[in-house]
């Protein structure tokens, strides 16, 4: 079976001439469907160049990228922008909530502004989701009435809401305590066994990774 994304000798420099920084090195990784996996690796070992350049939001210096078939090195920028909307979601450390919406705007945002309207559907799904993550009771509640761990979730739901096949998360824990922070992850946990969907989670918390069930160490550029 084809891996979902697959990365052969991946490059990133970072500058030019004396300034010139090299981050990845020749990097070589393979996620396969439904894979839960933490990203592990000193600070500055370039864990979020690796993911920004998994979500397509910037280009290797040089290498070969492949998701789902496509050779996403050779793709315009405009077809990376729609891949991406299609088939990545993303949860970063803040979470990036539109302090003025509900919840449930916050869900439905992203994809109400890629389809120039809000849907029935649109608003369906994100209070699906929303229930999904344990919020039902406080989808219209402001996003700055959310404790840290309820906003994480939120932007959990919102990264689901076009069914993505991979969810890519910057230290999605890295911002709660540890009480939130294990709740963040039972429900990343639960949403992979039962959605089959791949998570590639950085951190520097080698409690949060054990409760993954890969660990991709990056060290000095290459994967360990
Ligand atoms: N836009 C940029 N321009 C120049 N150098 C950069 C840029 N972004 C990152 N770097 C450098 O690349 C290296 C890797 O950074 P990156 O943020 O990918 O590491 P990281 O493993 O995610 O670190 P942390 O765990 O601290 O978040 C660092 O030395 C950083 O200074």
Not at 116 to 139: F, I, N, S, Y
Request: charged share 30%; hydrophobic share 40%.
């Amino acid at each position: 079976m084809r891996p979902l994304l697959e990365v052969m000798d991946l490059v990133k420099t970072y500058g030019e001439g004396e300034a010139e920084t090299r981050v990845l090195k020749g990097l070589d990784l393979q996620l396969e469907t439904g894979e839960l996996a933490a990203l592990l690796g000193p600070s500055g070992s370039g864990k979020s160049t690796l993911l920004a350049i998994l979500g397509t939001l910037m280009k290797p210096s040089s290498g070969k990228h492949v998701m789902l078939g496509e050779d996403l090195t050779k793709a315009s920028d405009r077809d990376l922008t729609e891949f991406r909307n299609r088939h990545i979601g993303f949860v970063f450390q803040f979470h990036h909530l539109l302090p003025d919406f509900t919840a449930l705007e916050n869900v439905i945002f992203p994809s109400a502004v890629r389809a120039g309207r809000e849907t029935w559907a649109a608003r369906e799904r994100g209070r699906e989701l929303l229930a999904r993550v344990g919020l039902e009771k406080r989808m219209d509640f402001l996003a700055t009435k959310l404790s840290g761990g309820q906003k994480q979730r939120v932007a959990i739901a919102r990264a689901l809401m076009n069914q993505p096949e991979l969810v890519l998360a910057d230290e999605p824990t890295g911002n709660l305590d540890r009480g939130s922070a294990t709740q963040v992850m039972e429900l990343i946990a639960e949403i992979n066994q039962n959605e089959k969907t791949t998570f590639l989670i950085s951190t520097h918390d080698e409690k949060i990774a054990d409760t993954c069930r890969r660990r991709i160490r990056v060290s000095d550029g290459l994967v360990e």
